[in-house]
C-alpha cells in the first residue's frame, strides 16, 4: 500500500520558471511532512519541512503549500534555476509515534534547462 | 560537526552471498534508521533502532536484519543476497528522545551502492 503518492514522476522547467510537484497521503496520523532533495551519488537532504498547523511555509525560493482537509501537500520551486535539477521526495511521519520512520512518495526528477 | 557516515561506498557480491553494511550517525544522535533506495520502489524503510533496541520494522524478509551497538554506530547485513536485492542502502540519523521526536530532520550519508551478480 502506497501512503504517499507522489507527481509527476519527472518534469522539465525553463530556468526562471516555476516547478510545482504533488503528494497526496492517506494515513491520517502523519503530521510532519518534509521535502528531501537528493542529488546524483548523495543522500537525500532536507529542504523544507511542514506540520500541519500552518497551510503554507515559505524558505527563500521554496515553498509548501499544505491542504489539511484534502491530504494533500505540493512544493513549489519558484525562479527554478539549472542548480535545482535533482531529484525531490516527498515524505510523512507520525511524529507523536515512539520510533522515528519516513514513509517517502516515489519521486520526481526535475531538470531545469538553462 | 561530522555527517552521516556510510562503508563501504559501493559493493559487489554473488547471489548467495551475504554482506554488512556499516553506518556512523552524527555525534549525539541515538536513532539510526536504514532505507532501500530503487528506481522502481524508490525509498523504502527497512528498521529503526534507538539506544541498541530496534524500534521499528518494514516489511521486508528475515534475511535483512540490523543491530545497534552502544556508540549509537549501526550495521545491517542482508543474508543469501538476491539480485532484487541490488540497491543503493540509506543510512539516517536523529536526534530522538526515548519517545516521539518523529518531527525531528533526519540526515541521510551518502549510501550504498550494492550491487548483487
Known amino acids: 500500500q502506497q501512503q504517499v503518492k507522489q507527481s509527476p514522476q519527472s518534469l522539465i522547467v525553463q530556468k526562471g520558471g516555476i516547478s510545482i510537484i504533488n503528494c497526496a497521503y492517506e494515513?491520517?496520523?502523519?503530521?510532519?511532512f518534509p521535502w528531501y532533495q537528493q542529488f546524483p551519488g548523495k543522500g537525500p537532504a532536507l529542504l523544507i519541512a511542514i506540520r500541519p498547523d500552518v497551510s503554507e511555509k515559505k524558505e527563500g525560493r521554496f515553498t509548501i503549500s499544505f491542504n489539511k482537509s484534502a491530504k494533500q501537500f505540493s512544493l513549489h520551486i519558484m525562479d527554478s534555476q539549472p542548480g535545482d535539477s535533482a531529484t525531490y521526495f516527498c515524505?510523512?511521519?507520525?511524529?507523536?509515534?515512539?520510533?522515528?520512520?519516513?514513509?517517502f512518495g516515489k519521486g520526481t526528477l526535475l531538470t531545469v534547462n538553462p | 560537526k561530522a555527517g552521516v557516515t556510510q562503508t563501504p561506498r559501493y559493493l559487489i557480491k554473488t547471489r548467495g552471498q551475504q554482506v554488512t553494511l556499516s553506518c556512523s550517525p552524527i555525534s549525539g544522535h541515538r536513532s539510526v534508521s536504514w532505507y532501500q533506495q530503487t528506481p522502481g520502489q524508490g525509498l523504502q524503510f527497512l528498521f529503526e533502532y534507538f539506544s541498541e533496541t530496534q524500534r521499528n520494522k518494514g516489511n521486508f524478509p528475515g534475511r535483512f536484519s540490523g543491530r545497534q551497538f552502544s556508540n549509537s554506530r549501526s550495521e545491517m547485513n542482508v543474508s543469501t543476497l538476491e539480485l532484487g536485492d541490488s540497491a543503493l542502502y540509506l543510512c539516517a540519523s536523529t536526534w530522538s528522545s526515548g519517545t516521539g521526536g518523529g518531527n525531528t530532520e533526519a540526515f541521510f550519508g551518502q549510501g550504498t551502492r550494492l550491487t548483487v551478480v
Open positions: 494515513n491520517t496520523a502523519f503530521d510532519y
Open positions: 515524505a510523512a511521519s507520525n511524529s507523536g509515534g515512539s520510533n522515528y520512520k519516513l514513509t
